[in-house]
């Protein structure tokens, strides 16, 4: 089982840049794929980026070129550097983890945190 704790949110104006961090425990972190995933108010649950135990990465359409995913096993953290950050980049922030990396990723994975508010100012 992994338990993770994102951090890192905060509330910046557009243009700016934020790192958001993953704890996770457990020794097997380095084996898990892990993903970032984010709710805004009234929509649904999208996958943002996720990377593979192996350093693969996937950057939905939407953050490619912004944000960046990388793991350090460690110290059991997964960070996402959101930079040149939109107001549509607004919502809850969660992490999360999976034996699986690949086709199916967008519906979910099996541990999850508790998420992080990131809130962009036009």
């Known amino acids: 089982q992994v338990q993770l704790v994102e951090s890192g949110g905060g509330l910046v104006q557009a243009g700016d840049s934020l ?4 704890a996770a ?3 097997t972190f380095s084996s898990y794929a892990i993903g970032w995933y984010r709710q805004a108010p009234g929509k649904q649950r999208e996958l943002v980026a996720a990377i593979s135990s192996g350093g693969n990465t996937y950057y939905a359409d939407s ?3 912004r944000f960046t ?7 059991n953290t997964v960070y996402l550097q959101m930079n040149s950050l939109k ?4 919502a809850v922030y969660y992490c999360a983890a999976d034996s699986h990396y690949g ?4 519906e979910g994975m099996d541990y999850w945190g508790k998420g992080t508010l990131v809130t ?3």
């Open 120 to 122: 962009v100012s036009s």
């Open 63 to 65: 953050v490619k070129g």
């Open 69 to 75: 995913i990388s793991r350090d096993n460690a110290k």
């Open 19 to 22: 790192r958001l961090s993953c």
């Open 103 to 106: 086709p199916g990723m967008e």
């Open 25 to 27: 425990s457990g020794r």
């Open 87 to 90: 107001p549509e980049d607004t």
